[in-house]
């Protein structure tokens, strides 16, 4: 990992979106831009973006939007901060596993439940991800079936699993059920 930036945009949804007590109208989009460097000594940039959807990661009605806001801010702050502090080689895979739990320990000393800690590796992953599909001229696909992202037993939730095989086996879905909800 060389670089890992953090920008947001202010999005308008079309259409709102309600989800609980809250009915979303606007917010931020948060947006991650990784620089990475490869064993041959190339760098390859990826990226990932995700909304800032209040009340989907932290529910507690105490916090406002804004509150909300911050709080997704600062695990994407904590997140790069991570990733960025040890620079030693891993694959895509490695680098998740090598950071999962310190990040997830030092979100939650912040206060901040596991789902809300997570929103900020995974953007950070994802971009990690691209920059390796793009790297390679892989698609997502290929690169999974490949396990080019060399997923494997650095985490114990996959011993005695057999990864290559799995992802092997992967087969995109012929079809996506897609639905608008409009509200009364």
């Not at 695990?75 to 080689?89: F, I, K, M, Q």
């Not at 206060?111 to 390679?136: E, I, M, Q, T």
Request: neutral net charge; charged residues 25%.
């Amino acid at each position: 990992m060389r670089e890992v930036e953090l920008y947001e945009r202010p999005v308008v949804l079309r259409l709102p979106f309600r989800f609980g007590v809250v009915t979303l109208t606007e917010c931020p989009q948060a947006f991650v831009r990784a620089r990475v460097e490869f064993a041959d000594g190339r760098t390859e940039w990826g990226a990932a973006a995700e909304m800032m959807a209040p009340k989907w990661f932290d529910k507690n009605l105490a916090l406002s939007n804004e509150d909300n806001f911050d709080q997704l801010r600062d695990v994407l702050r904590l997140a790069r901060g991570a990733y960025l502090a040890d620079a030693s080689p891993a694959s895509a895979f490695g680098h998740f596993a090598r950071h999962h739990d310190a990040h997830i320990a030092d979100a939650t000393a912040r206060g901040f439940n596991p789902l809300l800690a997570s929103y900020g590796p995974a953007l950070v992953d994802r971009a990690v991800l691209d920059a390796l599909c793009r790297a390679k001229g892989v698609s997502f696909y290929q690169a999974m079936t490949s396990n080019l992202p060399g997923i494997g037993a650095a985490r114990p939730e996959f011993n005695g699993l057999e990864i290559e095989r799995f992802v092997a086996g992967l087969a995109p879905a012929a079809t996506i059920a897609a639905r608008e909800r409009r509200l009364a």
